[in-house]
């Protein structure tokens, strides 16, 4: 086998002390799915403004976008290495899915584990066979990083809740069917504000969205949002009003392994095209991937990859084990990883192409933005390095 089908063959799993057979054959069956449609399709639907429903569709028939989701209620009823498997497969055949972060994992993970029966009924065997999806608005324009500072308001008017705010960057808004929206109520006793989530259906009058200009090569459009008190029902809020802040934490650390899994499988589609191209490409007397000044950095993107999907794998494992404090350290880990590994590979497999790194046709300068996302969101590096600081090696806080 050779390097190249090394990086992005399906085959090419963990191995089996780290994942089951049904994992192994669930990564080998995404991968087909994957290779069906292919860089070119996912290229099309991006050059014609429209999504990859076709793909969203097939992933759907067979179970793969809900593979997470309890059973009875439509799910697969498997954890979140499952559809982290699926997302990074679908990403080595050149068709990374944002929306599986959001809708199945985020969405999804909170309805499961918190929503009412009511809410999961309603929504998850929607998202579960892909004909629903729901995004996730957490990101101010004012608070950025320090979701601390969050100030989306709820506050009740006879039984409906009434909120006010601002979202930024919020993916996916015009084709969710909602938005699991992060707002803040007061606490009766203490007066203090306490993070609360409610489901926001797209029409609803008074949260309104405009698409921002972004420079990124992908289906998925992000949003502001303006919540100019939008009435909601009282089924509106997710789970219960006091226990917000764990509802939110239990579907951060699956969007982190999701993005994580992401990054991974663009770092793995980049790598495998310039080893390909590394394999061929000879202006000298060998192939350029005889010089090891094209080898040397291929062969590290390759390790940086591997050690961040072992990461990844870990955090999913721990959180399916319902560690979720294990979970948390390990989810941060992991996405960090994975986002420095697909920023480096993305960035060495370009170059690996020379002049044609830039092309077009090759399609690997498209990349380049797209594998910074995952430097910077859902938490960036530097929040990241802070976690670790301060939670994993109790060094002090400098804010
Ligand atoms: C493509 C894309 C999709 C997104 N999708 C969603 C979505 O669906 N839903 C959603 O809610 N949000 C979404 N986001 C938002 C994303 O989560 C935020 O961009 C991210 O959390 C960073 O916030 P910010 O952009 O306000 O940066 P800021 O918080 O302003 O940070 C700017 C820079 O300062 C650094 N910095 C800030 N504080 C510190 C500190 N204490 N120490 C060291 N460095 C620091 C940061 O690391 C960063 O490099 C998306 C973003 C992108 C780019």
Redo the contacts with the bound molecule.
């Keep these: 086998m050779t390097a190249s089908h090394a990086a992005a063959d399906s085959t090419a799993a963990l191995g089996t002390m780290l994942e089951t057979d049904e994992q192994r054959a669930l990564r080998a069956a995404v991968a087909a799915v994957g290779k069906r449609y292919g860089r070119a399709y996912f290229e099309d639907v991006v050059r014609d403004g429209r999504h990859p429903d076709e793909l969203w569709a097939d992933a759907a028939k067979a179970g793969y976008l809900g593979v997470n989701l309890p059973e009875e209620y439509g799910g697969g009823g498997a954890g979140i290495t499952e559809l982290a498997i699926v997302l990074e497969e679908l990403g080595v055949a050149g068709c990374p899915l944002?929306m599986l972060i959001?809708s199945p994992a985020i969405c999804g993970t909170v309805i499961a584990r918190f929503g009412t029966e009511e809410q999961r009924r309603e929504w998850l065997p929607g998202l579960a066979d892909g004909s629903r999806t729901m995004?996730?608005?957490?990101?101010e324009?004012e608070?950025?990083?320090?979701s601390h500072r969050i100030t989306t308001t709820a506050r009740r008017d006879g039984d409906d809740w009434v909120l006010t705010g601002r979202?930024?960057?919020?993916?996916?808004v015009d084709i969710a069917d909602a938005t699991l929206i992060?707002g803040r109520t007061e606490d009766a006793k203490t007066g203090r504000l306490k993070p609360c989530l409610f489901i926001v259906p797209r029409d609803a009058p008074g949260f309104t969205r405009s698409a921002i200009d972004?420079e990124?090569f992908?289906p998925?459009k992000?949003f502001e949002l303006v919540l100019e008190d939008v009435r909601l029902p009282p089924s509106a809020l997710v789970g219960d009003e006091d226990a917000g802040l764990l509802q939110l934490f239990a579907g951060l650390n699956p969007e982190r392994v999701m993005t994580a899994a992401f990054a991974l499988g663009m770092a793995r589609y980049a790598i495998a095209q310039a080893v390909d191209y590394a394999n061929t490409r000879q202006v000298w007397k060998d192939p350029i991937g005889a010089h090891q000044a094209i080898a040397h950095p291929l062969a590290q993107a390759h390790i940086d990859i591997e050690m961040a999907r072992l990461m990844t794998r870990k955090a999913a494992q721990l959180y399916d084990a319902g560690d979720d404090t294990g979970a948390g350290e390990a989810a941060n880990m992991a996405k960090y990883a994975a986002g420095e590994a697909a920023v480096r590979a993305v960035d060495q497999a370009v170059h690996t192409l020379g002049g044609n790194g830039l092309t077009r046709e090759y399609g690997l300068a498209s990349m380049i933005t797209g594998a910074r996302?995952a430097r910077?969101?859902?938490?960036?590096?530097?929040?990241i390095?802070?976690y670790v600081s301060h939670q994993s090696l109790g060094l002090p806080k400098?804010?």
Excluded: C, D, H, W
């Excluded at 979202?167 to 996916?172: D, I, Q, R």
């Design positions: 944002l959001v995004a996730f608005g957490i990101t324009p608070a950025g990083s320090n979202k930024v960057f919020v993916s996916g992060v972004m990124l992908a998925e992000q996302v910077i969101a859902p938490v960036s590096r530097e929040m390095l802070n400098s804010y």
